[in-house]
């Protein structure tokens, strides 16, 4: 797949950039990308949750009235799940809901995403992008010279440029990754995807490990 490389003011440099069919031109596979999407939002969870069951609240241990006689049903504690007040049944507890997946199985994943991008013709290449410093409208206009400007947007870039990020920051629906740390979940929340020109060679590397 051969894309066009663009300048920030959104022209066509002249230049052009092969992008690898063993990376974007595979037959996507749904099961790995639903496995590696599905582990990246378990390990979002701080799996903090905590409700008291009844032997953890505080209260009386007196028997709230006497077993027969009263024409209702027998109670023996004010901590039963039956009453206001009283331990939940099952609730939940703190626990772990981070999950192994194979390191191919994830790495499968990522190119299934790339190859969904290159099909819906979703890719940009731009130019080495570097700001002097940190500017909110600088990311803006180049958002807007794209004809990106109010889509979900993804830049990866091959080295992290600290000024680019946090000129970006404030920007609704935009992203911005070095390539060592993209992930499915990222590639497919955004609706286009901004690879800067060194971030071609570097994502090559990463993926044919």
Do not use: W
């Not at 994943?109 to 700001?131: G, H, M, P, Q, W």
């Amino acid at each position: 797949m051969e894309l066009a490389i663009l300048k920030h003011n959104g022209e066509d440099t002249g230049r052009k950039v092969t992008l690898s069919d063993d990376i974007f031109g595979i037959k996507p596979n749904d099961h790995a990308i639903y496995l590696d999407v599905k582990q990246y939002l378990a390990n979002q969870r701080q799996g903090t949750h905590k409700s008291k069951e009844r032997a953890e609240i505080a209260g009386s241990t007196k028997k709230i009235k006497k077993q027969k006689g009263t024409g209702g049903a027998r109670a023996g504690s004010i901590k039963s799940p039956v009453f206001r007040g009283g331990g939940r049944v099952f609730g939940p507890r703190p626990r772990d809901y981070s999950f192994k997946l194979n390191k191919k199985l994830k790495q499968l994943a990522r190119k299934s995403a790339f190859s969904y991008k290159a099909i819906d013709n979703s890719v940009f290449i731009l130019e080495d992008l570097t700001f002097d410093a940190p500017k909110t409208k600088s990311y803006i206009d180049l958002m807007a010279s794209l004809s990106l400007s109010g889509k979900k947007t993804l830049l990866l870039m091959p080295d992290v440029n600290k000024n680019v990020v946090l000129s970006s920051r404030n920007v609704p629906k935009t992203k911005v990754m070095v390539v060592e740390d993209v992930n499915t979940y990222e590639l497919l929340n955004a609706d286009s995807l901004v690879l800067c020109e060194g971030s071609v060679s570097k994502l090559e590397t990463l993926l044919s490990k």
